[in-house]
T-cell receptor, first 109, second 117 residues
Framework: GQNIDQPTEMTATEGAIVQINCTYQTSGFNGLFWYQQHAGEAPTFLSYNVLDGLEEKGRFSSFLSRSKGYSYLLLKELQMKDSASYLCASSDSNYQLIWGAGTKLIIKP | GAVVSQHPSWVICKSGTSVKIECRSLDFQATTMFWYRQFPKQSLMLMATSNEGSKATYEQGVEKDKFLINHASLTLSTLTVTSAHPEDSSFYIC?????????????FGPGTRLTVL
């Protein structure tokens, strides 16, 4: 079947590092996306991984292990504006996205 | 590049009326468009997938006669909520994908907030 799991909510401190995990079971896996969504707004693209390993993009990095069906999003030097929901989505063989429920990240000063 | 617009941004309507939401890809050809619905504090729920010139494919549990989708051109798709009721109040988001792009990424519109009184 198709399934995506990620934590419902996480809390972190401004300036710190946080890792948001995502596990997936997707038929015909074709890559893993991370999106950021602020309340009341549409999602915005953060990263895409299709090969194993770490992709770094400024303060954000994303990791994928295909054999384990596992990904994480790493956010460094957290800023208050990073408070948002982070959505993990896997792409299947038809390039359809299967969405996780999202992780609400709360940043405290 | 890869901008998707939605209109209107928000709409309030009376129960029983129909509402049309437009989704446009401004600088690319949207081979496929997706319509999502999101209730407060919940994740995106895919309603339907549409390819230009063909009928939309609806997800299980989504009434195709209630949510009419038209994808008449490579830059425009419309979602019409017919005979809207308060339980249809939600955040409706479209996304568009162009075949051949890296990642097969979906580009999202800004969303339309529908409130049915």
């Amino acid at each position: 079947g198709q399934n995506i799991d990620q934590p419902t909510e996480m809390t972190a401190t401004e300036g710190a590092i946080v890792q948001i995990n995502c596990t997936y079971q997707t038929s015909g896996f074709n890559g893993l996306f991370w999106y950021q969504q602020h309340a009341g707004e549409a999602p915005t693209f953060l990263s895409y991984n299709v090969l194993d390993g770490l992709e770094e993009k400024g303060r954000f990095s994303s990791f994928l292990s295909r054999s384990k069906g596992y990904s994480y999003l790493l956010l460094k030097e957290l800023q208050m504006k990073d408070s948002a929901s982070y959505l993990c989505a896997s792409s299947d063989s038809n390039y359809q996205l299967i969405w996780g429920a999202g992780t609400k990240l709360i940043i405290k000063p | 590049g890869a901008v998707v617009s939605q209109h209107p941004s928000w709409v309030i309507c009376k129960s029983g009326t129909s509402v049309k939401i437009e989704c446009r890809s401004l600088d690319f050809q949207a081979t496929t468009m997706f319509w999502y619905r999101q209730f407060p504090k919940q994740s995106l729920m895919l309603m339907a997938t549409s390819n230009e010139g063909s009928k939309a494919t609806y997800e299980q549990g989504v009434e195709k006669d209630k949510f009419l989708i038209n994808h008449a051109s490579l830059t425009l798709s419309t979602l019409t909520v017919t005979s809207a009721h308060p339980e249809d109040s939600s955040f409706y988001i479209c996304s568009a994908r162009e075949d051949g792009r890296d990642y097969n990424e979906q580009f999202f519109g800004p969303g339309t907030r529908l409130t049915v009184l």
